[in-house]
């Protein structure tokens, strides 16, 4: 098998990595994991500074957000891909309370989520380019009784994972790879494509296409007003791996990226292909693309008009939260993760 077959196999296939391991005993993320609240708070508050206006300050509790009268006082659904032990929406149920919560994940829900926030055990499926309920049966994002009006979808660090294949430059053409070596097949006619508009002058290339569908998809599928926000680590057309950029965790250690169910298997987004690629879809226009270490630069020089409650709490717990922000923008590690911010349709 190629790739994207052998890594779909062992990392959500039934005895994958995502059904049987815990994210938080292999990698970190931005967004923190349950015993750091502070990182996750900072991570929030650079979130919600990119957010329109009318995102940006409401909170959905009475005496927030706009005026009465004013349709923009109806509290946002914030959906969290990838949403791992919750630690997101747990940080937004604190600093949002109006705001209607729900995390998408292959796993069941965490334990102790703050009860206003639903769970949706929903699977994107790469080969069929679309969801999947815990019965393997076709559904929508947030299954059939979803809420109605505009979602703010975040993505963080969810789309390195999706499986994709590997192609390797040969004398007459691009050949797919596979875990032990050349598979001797060449790329469908899509891939060749994107091979040849977004491969630059790299050798092996993770093909992102599966990711570049999934994002465009979702994109499609939201109703007007809505906000689409994909975080993640990536490259661009002029600065892709020479020899591709396949990668392994566990245990908290970077590993070969062996298909084995026990190693969490990555690859970086290709930045400019997905933003290509979503903004092909009607409606969809962009309000950002940059690096973490930009937003976060971009924060520090404003005064938050609708501070976090963390930020009412005692010095030290400042000083952690200045701690978790040097730590986010950090250009060598966390920092140069890329952030993609789009609207879809008219602002409400």
């Known amino acids: 098998m190629d790739w994207q077959d052998e890594w779909w196999t062992s990392s959500l296939g039934r005895n994958g990595f995502w059904h049987r391991e815990h994210p938080a005993d292999h990698f970190r993320t931005s967004a923190g994991d349950a015993g750091d609240a502070a990182m996750t708070a ?16 409401h909170s959905g509790a009475p005496g927030h957000g706009s005026p009465a009268g004013d349709p923009t006082r109806i509290a946002p659904t914030l959906v969290d891909l990838g949403a791992a032990d919750g630690s997101l929406l747990r940080a937004a149920a604190r600093a949002r309370p109006g705001w209607a919560l729900h995390g998408v994940d292959v796993r069941p829900a965490p334990a102790d989520l703050p009860p206003t926030v639903h769970w949706h055990q929903h699977l994107w499926d790469v080969r069929t380019t679309g969801w999947t309920g815990p019965d393997g049966l076709p559904t929508n994002l947030l299954g059939p009784d979803g809420p109605d009006g505009p979602l703010l979808v975040v ?172 730590a986010l923008a950090d250009p060598g590690r966390l920092g140069a993760n890329w952030w993609l911010v789009h609207a879809v349709g008219p602002t409400p």
């Open 42 to 57: 900072e991570y929030l508050r650079a979130l919600l500074s990119v957010l329109p206006e009318h995102l940006r300050h």
């Open 155 to 326: 993505a963080h660090e969810w789309l390195d994972d999706l499986p994709c294949r590997v192609a390797q430059r040969t004398p007459t053409g691009w050949e797919l790879l596979g875990p032990h070596g050349p598979t001797g097949w060449a790329p469908d006619p899509a891939e060749a494509c994107w091979l040849e508009a977004w491969a630059g002058d790299a050798r092996t290339v993770e093909v992102g296409l599966t990711r570049d569908r999934a994002w465009a998809a979702i994109a499609a599928s939201l109703p007007p007003g809505s906000i689409l926000v994909a975080i993640d680590y990536g490259h661009l057309r002029r600065d892709r791996p020479p020899e591709g950029a396949l990668l392994g965790y566990r245990d908290g250690l970077l590993v070969d990226p062996v298909p084995d169910g026990r190693t969490n298997i990555t690859a970086p987004v290709a930045v400019d292909a997905l933003a290509a690629a979503v903004e092909r879809v009607p409606g969809v226009r962009r309000l950002l693309v940059a690096r973490q270490s930009t937003v976060m630069a971009d924060l520090a020089d404003t005064v938050p008009a609708d501070p976090l409650p963390a930020d009412r709490g005692a010095p030290l717990a400042a000083l952690v939260g200045a701690n978790r922000r040097r």
